[in-house]
């Protein structure tokens, strides 16, 4: 979508979609796939691909893998060898990022050097924990933010790391330590968050014959691994975009998403369980999910191990007669926005009640928006955000900054009009 005002029309969208493929485990299936010893189909990649998974790609395709693109996915031929790079470019994709460093530090020689960049939001992001450990494990990283240089050498060893900044510095590691000479150790020093995300590379490590081994502290991972192609990986349906078309479908009319694994290991799956606490009526049938409008109500919800769907159930709460509560939400303001605050922003524009709070944002219901200009705020979660508001609002929603959408679903407009909504684009720089 290449535009940057996006105006919706209010109405009530529903009937069927299918979930588009799940960025979170594309991540892992890539990356998993590059460092294997044989040649990998990746499943469901096909098509228009978010600009995180994009990142990856081009990262990876920088380390040296060689991707085909097929009819029904990516062919993924494994990494040999590392060459010394200027410049791999992580987008603004913070998983891209904190994924790529340690299998870089694992992979690389010693003295060889890597440069990573980025750039909206992702130099701000955290990572200093990351490249602490890396750092007290043989590797030469520097500056702090990047664009930052990396040289190889990781040595295996305890690991000490927090699990309530980001779960992705688990996962990078998760990636990495396996294929070191000796075994290692990852140990938290604080409860893990987000938990989902560390099982969901648990489970992909598991497809390609790779393990470790959950004990009281945290990770045991035996070295001398290899990673073994399965052949083909199918990436699953994506729970935190289906989230979006299921909560309208507890405020409109009747929305049904496909391909959605109801055993999956993300987190968001969560949304079917915290919507039937709103009220909504809900029926799950082999791999479908339909919602339907109801009373609702607000609730409290503890959003620790789901920080993602904060911007969307923020919306239903406006939507739900009472006040709601998201607690355990400190995280959120290290996003691709501070979403507390851009959250609490979009719902004002809009007409609604909220009241933010260090790590805590208070939504009072009153059941309808009315409407109004908002932005974005360069974050795709708000985007998502403000195309449900529309179900609620009396008047148009007139939203700046709608390409930042890419980053995780380009086609979210399309699929819009399927459930026929109505909406309109106008062009970044054209005047009106």
Known sequence: MNADSLTIMPGLPGGTLAAIPAKAEAHRALIAAALADRPTLVQGLSGELSADISATLQVLTALGATLESTSNGLRVLPLKSIPDLACADCGESGSTLRFILPVIAARAGRGQEITLCGRGRLPERPLQELLTALRQHGVTVAPERLPLSISGGLTAGDYEMPGNVSSQYISGLLFALPMLEHDSQIRLTASLESAGYVDMTLQTLEKFAVRAEKNSAGWAIPGRQQYRSPGVFVVGGDWSNAALW??????????????????????????????RRFGARIECSGDSVRVSPAALTGITLDVRDTPDLLPVLAVVAAGASGVTRFTHAARLRLKESDRLATVAALLRALGGEVQEYPDALEVTGHGTLAGGCCDAANDHRLVMAATLASVLAQGEVVLSGAQAVQKSYPGLLDDFRRLGGECSLRPAGRAD
């Not at 694994?261 to 968001?268: A, I, K, T, V």
């Open 246 to 275: 299921l909560a309208a479908g507890a405020m409109g009319r009747p929305v049904a998403v496909t391909g959605l694994d109801l055993c999956s290991r993300q987190g968001d799956r969560a949304v079917v369980e915290i919507l």
